[in-house]
């Protein structure tokens, strides 16, 4: 949101209980790799990995003791898992591996974890293993050696070694996880199938399937002639686009700001920056120009291609850029005014179950109305916490918020601080309480948070303008299984003559695509932002290069798409009917907008719940009637056809004046 950290009702990352909720990291930030999990044919099979021998293992574990092959000979079967310390899936199958180990090692297999990236340190690796609680050797794999002798491409990759020590399976543990999507259980039980079919003696059914993470961070003989390095272009154009995530302290898994680290991501980089995953961004250009753009140009990307394929040369460290200063523990351009907890104690997160919203009251004791140019929501615990948002009530008891029409600030993960014009801020009536709701999600082990909230209050004496968020909601959803284009439209009409900033999109899971138009008096339509492949991992906030002016009367037309088909790898049932709810298995449709009006100027009273329902039943009798008029159900009808005891309510709703009604226009006349 335009000057706050922006939050929404819906996840941005998907969780599951007893989900390693550090997948937020894969998907917030993710420089994770694209391909989609599949079993490989045959002759990949073949040309690849199976049959290969692990004829050595030279390595030292963390605590320095140095392992060789015949210390893992015992074993009948062994499973070589490659790890990395900051991959984000390769936290999440850690510790699955340890789940396995529990049910396999009395029957006579074995597990081996490798290290293989170069910018995993020791300290680092000695950390992951006593976080994830490995109880199996965790090797630092020197030099890429074993990853070399197996050919490993990815972290997580495993490698089932039967008694020879021959690869006889080859890639994921399962289906799980993916980029972007986590299922509530394994579809595939990839690496488990393995070995029942290897211990039962039969062949096994799937040798091969496709390992999804991140690359192995190989050592690489740098190209000294190269004239892209990191000291010179690269660190320049990973501050512009990625170092605000990518830092100490932040959302993403790894920082992306010292050489030594960054140089093992660089094939990641480059792969993901490719695949358009990297930097994160889904609107359509054709329409809007935006201040938070973060689109990469051709000539950055091709400059990070090159760097890469030169083996990421390091170049004069002593040119690397300035660095940006940041507010120490905060997304904000400066130290908070006030801080407020948002729950008076700490919160105690159960291990397991789901946790219904909280919502706790603070009164901030404002004996004068508060300007709130800047403010961020901070989760005490991102593991458990997946969305707050806060609003500004009167001291009345009331606990309807309507947080589908606008909140004070929000947070959901990944989201940014973006500046506003000078003189526009929020308004905090004095007297008023601060109401947080707080979703948190159980990740297997009980937890605790205490977030907080930081304001910024802009000076009375300068304020020009009220920022207002409000949104146009389709709450009537209805979506049938297995439909992969479900779309709906909701509107916010008799909108004031104010500055439009932006919008903040919102669905869940099955979410496909939303947009959004402006209708003006005339009923002219306008697209304002269209987002073709809506990712909820990235609810963001879309903000205008420069404020958009609306005149009064217009209307605000959203349309969304949903996929609850089995192609949507995030649909968590393709067989269920989908309707609003709050958890992410439930769906919503709103889309936020943010708006700035002049200060004091007064605003036309929200319409109550009962001229909305009345309103509501208009409009959908208006609809059945114009699908049943809209016979070959192209969209739209025209005068001609339309019963001639209907042409005034045509003629009333076709505000263009063209003959032809489409259902838009219905859905937008008054």
């Avoid at 320095?64 to 898992?81: F, I, K, N, S, T």
């Avoid at 400059?303 to 300035?322: F, K, Q």
Wanted: aromatic residues 10%; proline residues 6%; contains cysteine.
């Amino acid at each position: 949101m335009v000057g706050w950290r922006v939050g929404c009702l819906g996840f941005r990352i998907f969780v599951w209980k007893k989900v390693y909720l550090v997948l937020r990291s894969l998907v917030a930030a993710l420089l994770v790799v694209a391909s989609i999990a599949s079993p490989l044919s045959a002759a990949d099979s073949l040309a690849g990995h199976l049959g290969t021998q692990l004829s050595q293992i030279d390595a030292d574990d963390f605590r320095g003791r140095r392992w060789q092959l015949e210390d893992v000979a015992e074993p009948q079967l062994l499973v070589v898992a490659f790890f990395g310390t900051q991959c984000p899936l390769a936290k999440l199958y850690a510790t699955r591996l340890v789940e396995l180990e529990k049910e396999y090692a009395s029957r006579g297999v074995g597990f081996v974890a490798v290290m293989s990236n170069t910018q995993d340190s020791i300290a680092e690796i000695a950390a992951f293993a006593r976080d994830h609680k490995l109880t199996f050797p965790v090797l630092k794999d020197a030099g890429n050696r074993i990853a070399d002798r197996l050919a490993a491409e990815r972290t997580p990759e495993v490698f089932l070694l039967d008694r020879e020590r021959k690869v006889i399976y080859w890639g994921r543990v399962d289906d799980q996880y993916g980029i972007g999507f986590a299922r509530d259980f394994p579809r595939s039980f990839d690496l488990k199938n393995a070995l029942d079919d290897r211990l039962a003696d039969r062949p096994i059914k799937t040798p091969v399937t496709r390992s999804i993470g991140c690359i192995i961070g190989r050592q690489k003989k740098a190209d000294s002639d190269a004239k892209i390095t990191f000291g010179n272009q690269v660190s320049r154009i990973l501050q512009k686009h990625c170092v605000e995530c990518h830092r100490e302290g932040e959302i993403a898994p790894f920082a992306l700001t010292d050489y030594d680290e960054v140089s093992g991501w660089a094939d990641m980089i480059a792969e993901t920056v490719r695949g358009g995953r990297m930097p994160p961004w889904h609107a359509d250009p054709a329409h809007g120009s935006f201040a938070n753009d973060r689109s990469m140009s051709d000539e950055d990307k091709q400059t990070l291609y090159d760097w890469a394929d030169a083996g990421a040369p390091a170049g004069n460290l002593a040119n690397l850029p300035e660095p940006i200063q940041y507010t120490p523990g905060w997304l904000l351009p400066e130290a908070p005014d006030m801080i407020v907890n948002v729950s008076p104690e700490p919160f105690e997160v159960p291990a397991d179950g789901a946790v219904k919203y909280q919502y706790f009251r603070v009164d901030p004791g404002f004996t004068e109305d508060k300007w709130l140019r800047y403010a961020e929501l901070q989760p005490g615990n991102r593991e458990v916490v997946h969305h707050i948002l806060a609003f500004a009530r009167p001291k009345d008891g009331s606990k309807r918020l309507n947080a589908e029409r606008g909140y004070l600030v929000g947070y959901v993960p990944g989201t940014r601080i973006e500046p506003i014009p000078k003189g526009w801020a929020k308004k905090i009536p004095a007297g008023s309480e601060l109401i947080f709701q707080v979703h948190y999600t159980p990740i297997g082990t009980p937890q605790i948070d205490h977030s907080r909230l930081g304001m910024i209050f802009a000076d009375d004496a300068e304020i020009t303008h009220e920022i207002v968020t409000t949104s146009a909601v389709q709450p009537r959803l209805n979506i049938p299984p297995g439909d992969d284009n479900y779309t709906v439209t909701a509107v916010q009409r008799d909108l004031p003559n104010s500055q439009l900033l932006g919008f903040s999109p919102h669905m869940h899971l099955r979410g496909k695509a939303f947009r959004y138009e402006l209708v003006d008096p005339n009923g002219q339509r306008s697209t304002l932002l269209d987002i073709p492949a809506y990712d909820f991992n990235w609810q963001t906030f879309y903000l205008f290069d420069n404020p958009m002016s609306v005149d009064a009367g217009s209307q605000m037309l959203c349309t969304a798409a949903f996929d609850n088909s089995s192609k949507n790898l995030n649909n968590p049932d393709p067989k269920a009917t989908v309707r609003w709810g709050d958890q992410t298995w439930d769906e919503m449709m709103i889309g936020y907008f943010h708006y700035a009006v002049p200060r004091g100027e007064a605003k036309a009273a929200a319409p109550t719940m009962r001229q909305r329902a009345a309103e509501a039943i208009r409009r959908n009798g208006r609809l059945r009637v114009f699908e049943r008029i809209d016979t070959d159900g192209d969209g739209k009808i025209t005068r001609q056809q339309t019963p001639s005891e209907l042409h005034a309510t045509f003629d009333r709703l076709d505000r263009n004046g063209d003959s032809i009604l489409t259902r838009a226009e219905v859905e937008t006349g008054d």
